[in-house]
């Protein structure tokens, strides 16, 4: 009896994603080979078993509820995760496909990591990759995420870091601002300049300025008129606009300081870095799209090193 209703539920909550996915009964039922009557009963019983109402019905369409929303998502995966899982213990799968859900941090985003997709697709054309550019700490499994991509994994968060760059700081700013206020030459200097901060999103504490002085690696307090907050690109638009000083990712200013919108300063301090991971669960399957990501990320984001 217990093995009737579990393939009963299962049925259930596969007719429930169909619908979500064509926003239609009707056209669940066609592709199940039901009638629209069948279709409707059974996401019914799923509703009634839930006591959630999962779609806001009317004569001509369907929408899910909040509610609905995130129960297609976690089911959505769940079928997924069976699918992949069924298949590689069959061999079936020989080739990654499915959806791929990762968050990453705005910067890296823009510079490094969208870029690269269109090779991924290349090579793995059966994978769809949905990005959610973020600089905010995320639940994975309450979020729906495969991976994320961040500087470390939170302490006793029992994910997985896998390292992919050490990211290069450099200290910029605008030719115009330089030749209003002058260009620093010792770290000291930097007091009597504009120094453009940035707030991490997670604490909304200041990030603090690193740089290396005889060997000694050192972190500053600066000062200055302008914050920033949750995306990092906005103080690289406000050192090309003349803001101020910025101690930022070289693969975010690499454009503007070839082009001379930026100019860096302080280079015999330079040299420090910062880490990127990608992160995922510990205690949790890994699906072959991800294996194949992760692995892909790796190979492309290669290490930074001091120039």
């Not at 001509?60 to 769940?78: D, H, M, N």
């Not at 302490?155 to 990211?167: E, K, W």
Request: aromatic letters at 6%.
């Amino acid at each position: 009896m217990a093995r009737q209703f579990d393939d009963v539920m299962l049925g259930s909550i596969e007719l429930f994603c169909l619908a979500a996915e064509l926003q239609s009964f009707t056209a669940a039922a066609a592709q199940a080979g039901l009638t629209p009557a069948a279709v409707s009963r059974s996401i019914g019983r799923l509703e009634e078993r839930l006591k959630v109402r999962l779609f806001v019905r009317s004569t001509r369409k369907i929408a899910l509820t909040e509610g609905g929303r995130a129960y297609f998502e976690q089911c959505r995966r769940a079928l997924s995760q069976l699918q992949e899982a069924e298949s590689e213990l069959t061999g079936q799968q020989a080739e990654p496909a499915g959806l791929l859900r990762m968050s990453v941090p705005t910067p890296l985003g823009h510079h490094r990591v969208l870029p690269l997709l269109p090779a991924f697709h290349a090579r793995y054309p059966q994978v769809q990759v949905d990005v959610q550019l973020s600089n905010r700490n995320i639940d994975f499994i309450a979020d729906g995420f495969d991976l994320a991509l961040r500087g470390r994994a939170p302490p006793d968060s029992g994910l997985v870091a896998r390292h992919l760059m050490d990211a290069q700081l450099v200290v910029v700013a605008a030719p115009s601002y330089l030749a209003r206020a002058g260009t620093p030459q010792k770290l000291e200097e930097l007091a009597a300049h504009d120094c453009i901060q940035f707030m991490l999103p997670s604490t909304g504490m200041q990030v603090p300025w690193v740089f290396l002085r005889d060997g000694q690696a050192l972190e500053m307090a600066t000062q200055g008129s302008t914050r920033v907050s949750e995306d990092l690109l906005g103080v690289a638009t406000l050192a090309r606009a003349g803001g101020g000083v910025v101690q930022t990712y070289r693969f975010m200013v690499e454009d503007d300081l070839r082009s001379g919108a930026l100019v860096e300063v302080l280079q015999p301090f330079g040299g420090r870095s910062r880490p990127f991971h990608v992160l995922y669960p510990q205690n949790r399957h890994l699906p072959l799209r991800v294996r194949v990501f992760v692995d892909f990320l790796v190979q492309a984001l290669k290490p930074e090193r001091a120039l």
